[in-house]
């Protein structure tokens, strides 16, 4: 059985790259001529590694979510108290950054209209909920939060303030006005 030939080009840094224009130009509005150009690679190589513009959309998500879920872990590593470790966090997204978040942006392109993309983005959001509620549970254990908070709430808000963030990064707000918003956002988790 033939393995079939090598690759001209790097998979992951295409794969990379094509994440990249996704999440500055959105899905739909980066067709598939400047997708290939920007990937560098020929059509007839896209289609054999990738299968189609679609696939490597979902391959582009998991990317993400693998390198974003890998990023607040490293965050909240540094780190020993779950308020001291929220902060870290708040901190990461505080960044300066006009493209927003990568899954919010796809949930804002395609919400529900598109059920394996919905699906593709809740599994992406469930991954990232599931770090922050044991930062909630450890919270909750120590007594810095009252013992009938729910943390899975509390981890759901925390995302929901993240997305406002990434949704406020890509406009032209002021970073001191930015800083205020997110001291208001971790006073109303802590309380």
Known sequence: MSRGKPLSFDRNEALQKAMELFWRKGYEATGLTELLKHMGIQRQSFYNTFGS??????EAIDLYGAKLHSTLNETIAKKKTPFEQIDCIFELWSQDSQIGCFIGNNVAEFGVTH???????????TAIRSIFVPLFEEA????DLPADRNPIVAARAMLTYGQGLALMRKTTIDRKELIGVIEIMKSSLKQ
């Open 53 to 58: 513009k679609e696939e490597i959309l979902f």
């Open 115 to 125: 059920d394996r993309i919905a699906k593709a983005m809740e599994k992406q959001l």
């Open 140 to 143: 909750i254990e120590r007594g």
